[in-house]
């Protein structure tokens, strides 16, 4: 299964804000060097697995400007300047980097404007199509903590045109509710795969109300995911431990919006090719025993 004409459209779409996507997208983290740090090894392979994804169809990269910091946007913006039409970049805010590669808080109001100005400068458009506030009350998992103040902040940018629609990442259903009552929130992007199902109920929530839930880690992250029962539902499918995860996600809800990341030309094709991939019943609930076991 890693055919390279796969038809991505086949995973079907999805309304984030006002735009339609496809729901299976690609997400540019890997893009930048070692610990998401500095530039790649090789800046022309980025730059071909960004133009390869675009041409399979994906038309929903997630990104922000402290991946590197800066590099990634740099790179999104050499490889696919001027965007085509259709293509939403969601970026996020609400962190720094240090100089030792550590992620910092920053949702000042001086913070969040700057990094809404770093986005557009070096994405190189005029308004950001989504902006997620990256909450880090934990960094590691959603906690709660009252977010009107950055929000806010964001909102007024929103109204001055720079920023399209907000979501929020990290979040718990309660700062997604808060944030209602300041704007409309589009979509939420926390921690989930086959694995880690801690938002099992927050995602049929979020479904009801017709907002994009968008996993990331939907692969396992900095840890790949790793499962005998994975691993044999894949050989019984003929397909890759990673297509079955995304597959299962696709599977999951229909409000679930896939961002995988790669460096590679060819994960990127087999990730892509997981939209062909239909499990059966049985693969099913083997893959859902996986999370609750
Ligand atoms: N909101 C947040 O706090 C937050 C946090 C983390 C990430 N994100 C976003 O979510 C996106 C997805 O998360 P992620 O990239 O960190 O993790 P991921 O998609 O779960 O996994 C990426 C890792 O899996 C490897 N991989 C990808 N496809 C593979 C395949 N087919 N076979 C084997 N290995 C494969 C990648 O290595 P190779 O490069 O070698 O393929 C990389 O090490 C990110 O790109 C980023 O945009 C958001």
Redesign the pocket.
């Known amino acids: 299964m890693t055919d390279i004409t796969a038809d991505i459209a086949q995973a079907g779409t999805f309304p984030l804000g006002d735009r339609t996507v496809k729901r299976l997208g ?6 930048a060097g070692p610990g ?1 740090f500095g530039p790649p090894k090789d800046r022309a392979a980025a730059v071909a697995v960004l133009r390869a994804a675009v041409a399979a169809g994906v038309d929903h ?4 400007d402290f ?1 590197g910091p800066h590099v990634t946007n740099q790179i999104i913006r050499e490889a696919l300047h001027p965007y085509p039409d259709g293509l939403v970049i ?1 970026t ?1 805010v609400g962190a720094k980097r240090g100089a030792d590669a550590s992620w910092n808080p920053a949702f000042s109001a001086e913070e969040l404007t700057q990094a809404v100005h770093d986005n557009l400068r070096n994405l190189g458009v005029d308004a950001l199509d989504v902006v ?1 506030l ?1 909450l880090m009350f934990d960094v590691h998992g959603p906690a709660e903590g009252p977010i009107e103040a950055p929000l806010t902040v964001l909102a007024d940018l929103q109204r001055q045109g720079l920023i399209r629609r907000i979501g929020l ?2 979040a718990t259903p309660r700062q997604v509710a808060e944030g209602r009552r300041i704007t409309d929130i589009v979509c939420v ?3 989930y ?1 086959l694995a880690h199902r801690d938002d099992d109920a927050f995602i049929d929530d979020l479904a009801a109300s017709g907002t994009a839930y ?9 840890s ?2 790793q499962s005998d029962s994975l691993s044999a539902v894949a050989a019984g499918l003929g397909a ?4 079955v995860a995304l597959a299962w996600l696709l599977r999951r809800s229909p409000n679930i919006l896939l ?6 030309l ?3 094709h ?2 892509l090719a997981a939209a062909e991939l239909r499990l059966p019943d049985e693969a099913l609930a083997a893959l859902d025993r996986i999370g609750v076991a």
């Open positions: 690609y997400g540019a983290m890997q893009l998401v990269i997630d990104t922000s991946y969601v996020k997620n990256r990442s990290n992007q926390n921690q795969n968008v996993p990331f880690f939907p692969l396992g992250g900095f790949p995911l890759t431990p990673m297509q961002i995988p990341g790669t460096s590679s060819g994960h990127l087999e990730n």
